[in-house]
């Protein structure tokens, strides 16, 4: 089996808190968000060469006595099921844990993936308040009916999932820049869709990183401002979630 393999890192305490894994990351994605930092693994260029899936094995194999487990990143994981599949069974078949980052355009997989007992925690991006305008600003996407359903039902099945014990971790993130998701209630309302949630993140945008030459001549939005997003969140009453965090590039995870 081949994969369109983008980089893995053979261990990251990054991308799962209060774990050890390694982070592979997939190339291609439906979505063309402009602030995007991983936009060298957006397209499977024409003369990109996929790589053998034992390839991958192998590098768990080095691994596997280091790691909790692996998260599948990207680009969008999902859109390789077949590779997503023989990687997650892979690593269960050594008692790894499994994760995937996702942006939530494949909901049906997600369920799919924990059927089979091969899922253990999705990290869901969920860019913008669930409203066709600012989705579809934040995603570069054509299509508002589709994205929003998706991104809807995707929502829906992790938090059922995580209420019915069949998920160990669902982790919502949103990044937030200059005009996308960056008001409290931009942040309120997307914290209100997301049920029963172990975290909401609301992490800071990078602009030098973006792959839009437009947004890479924003600022940054200022790690007190985010702060100060989060308090105003953390002050509103009814949100099913357990933990409110500020993710910034000069002090990284902050609970709130």
Known sequence: MKINLGDI?????????GKVVMTIFMR???????????????????????ADIEKVKGEIDKAKDFIDGIVLSGGEPFMQ??????????????GLLVGIQTNGMYPDRIKELNDEGSLD????????????GPYLYASGYE??????????????ICARLRSEGKLVYYEART???????D???DVAGIAGSLGCCDSYVIQQGRPELAWEEKMKGTEAIPRNELLDLARTLRARQG???????????ELGDETV
């Open 81 to 94: 099921m077949g590779a997503v599949r023989e990687l997650a069974k892979y690593a269960k078949s050594f």
């Open 9 to 17: 890192i053979p261990t990251s305490t990054l991308d799962w808190p």
């Open 121 to 132: 925690a999705v990290f869901l991006d969920v860019k913008a308040p669930l409203k066709q």
């Open 183 to 185: 008001m409290p209630e």
């Open 28 to 50: 291609g994605c439906p979505l063309k968000c402009p602030y995007c930092s991983n936009s060298q693994f957006m397209e499977v260029e024409d003369d990109y060469e996929p």
């Open 143 to 156: 299509n508002g009916d589709e994205i929003l359903q998706s991104i809807t039902r995707s929502i829906e």
């Open 239 to 249: 949100l099913n979630i357990k933990k409110l965090v500020v993710r910034t590039r």
């Open 175 to 181: 990044t937030v820049l200059k005009d996308i998701a």
